[in-house]
Nanobody, 126 residues
Framework: QVQLVESGGGLVQAGGSLRLSCAAS????????MGWFRQAPGKEREFVAA????????YYADSVKGRFTISRENTKNTVSLQMNSLKPEDPAVYYC???????????????????WGQGTQVTVSS
């Protein structure tokens, strides 16, 4: 079992920055690929970014590529999402997720992740 707790959400002006953090506890954190997803009202949960177990490989949705950066520190059991140049289309609840490295096949699909945080709200004012 892995417990995930996100923090860092809030209100920011368009063009501004926020840094989301996710703290993990429980089973061996480094055995999991990590991802960030977001869900806006009335929309499906969508992939934002992912990072493999070692931190050596990162993946991004086209909509955030060049603006968001995912990173992880396995010694601290944390994963972060640095969000720059925030746009009016970025507001959503952002979720941290963990997926077993031995069973995950497609990192952009929510069903491939085994554990989820409670989410943190990001709001962007224009």
């Amino acid at each position: 079992q892995v417990q995930l707790v996100e923090s860092g959400g809030g209100l920011v002006q368009a063009g501004g920055s926020l840094r989301l953090s996710c703290a993990a506890s429980g089973r061996t954190y480094s055995s999991y690929n990590m991802g960030w997803f977001r869900q806006a009202p009335g929309k499906e949960r969508e992939f934002v970014a992912a990072i493999n177990w070692s931190g050596g490989n990162t993946y991004y949705a086209d909509s955030v590529k060049g603006r968001f950066t995912i990173s992880r520190e396995n010694t601290k059991n944390t994963v972060s999402l640095q969000m720059n140049s925030l746009k009016p289309e970025d507001p959503a609840v952002y979720y941290c997720a963990a997926g077993d490295v031995y069973t995950m096949r497609v990192r952009t699909i929510p069903a491939q992740y085994d554990y989820w945080g409670q989410g943190t709200q990001v709001t962007v004012s224009s």
